[in-house]
């Protein structure tokens, strides 16, 4: 099973947007490990009195099905994050899956500077996007729910991002 | 909502006065719109760093004291875009 680590960003997305009466968190729950830091957690769980996704995410850690993991400290990857000027929960994201418990896990992200962060890190990473693309070519999602996960996420990205991947999305259909 | 007491130096006293006069409202009420005004006037700043690439979404929620949830939130409710991924145009879409 594909071991995930997200950042708040795609959980977010992926705790409000449906495809095929389905949250598209549901759809990846049911074929990947989803882990989250403990630092995103926490915001879940601040946000969840406020907004019905963060319920939903607090409601399926709550279940067991979204696990929370505290990263192990690492004083020279903090000094080199810290650089950045990240937020608690991207911090923990890449901490986590620099973790050598965490070398085999995928960090879903949709941020622009985390992404490039995580590549100069050598962290191996996907945009959200990417990840449905994965999941159907590995056979784990069908083409036309992979495109209507697409569809449905479609307002969290830009447009040249969501048609790209439609069409690619089209060649697995063909 | 709390309630916070501020101190003011007299010449931001006397505008906050004047405001509130020619307004008719009350000073509590000329300072909270200020805020307001400071807050929506900072999140411009902060958005158009964060657009540009600068910031991460968490820094962007960090410098804002709101959680990512919030400032997501916050952003759809603008019609603003809540990625900062590069688009074709060069310029950020909603």
């Known amino acids: 099973m594909l071991k995930l680590v997200f950042d708040a960003g795609p959980l977010i997305t992926a705790c409000k947007f449906h495809a095929e009466g389905q949250l598209v968190i549901d759809h990846i729950l049911a074929c990947c490990q989803v882990v989250i830091p403990a630092a995103v957690h926490k915001e879940v769980v601040i946000a969840g009195a406020r907004f019905p996704d963060a319920q939903r995410a607090g409601q399926r850690v709550d279940a067991g099905r979204i696990r929370v993991v505290t990263p192990v400290p690492d004083a020279g990857l903090t000094r080199v994050l810290n650089l950045y000027g990240f937020g608690e929960g991207e911090q923990e994201a890449l901490s986590l899956t620099y973790e050598n418990a965490f070398k085999d896990a995928l960090l879903i992200v949709d941020d622009h500077l985390v992404y490039l962060v995580s590549d100069r890190l050598g962290v191996p990473k996907l945009f959200l996007l990417d990840l449905i693309v994965h999941l159907v070519r590995d056979g784990q999602l069908t083409a036309a729910l992979g495109c209507g996960m697409v569809e449905a996420i479609r307002t969290r990205y830009p447009e040249a991002f969501i048609e790209h991947t439609l069409l690619i999305l089209g060649q697995e259909i063909s | ?94």
């Open chain 2, 1 to 94: 909502m709390r309630t916070i007491t501020v101190t003011l130096e007299e010449k931001l006293e006397h505008f906050v006065k004047q405001q509130a006069e020619s307004q008719r409202i009350s000073p509590a009420k000329a300072i909270e719109d200020m805020v307001r005004v400071g807050f929506e006037t900072r999140l411009k700043q902060l958005y158009s760093r964060y657009v540009q690439g600068e910031y991460s979404l968490g820094r962007l929620a960090k410098e804002l004291g709101l959680t990512t949830w919030d400032v997501v939130h916050l952003l759809e409710e603008r019609g603003w875009a809540t990625h900062n991924l590069p688009t074709a145009s060069g310029h950020q879409s909603s």
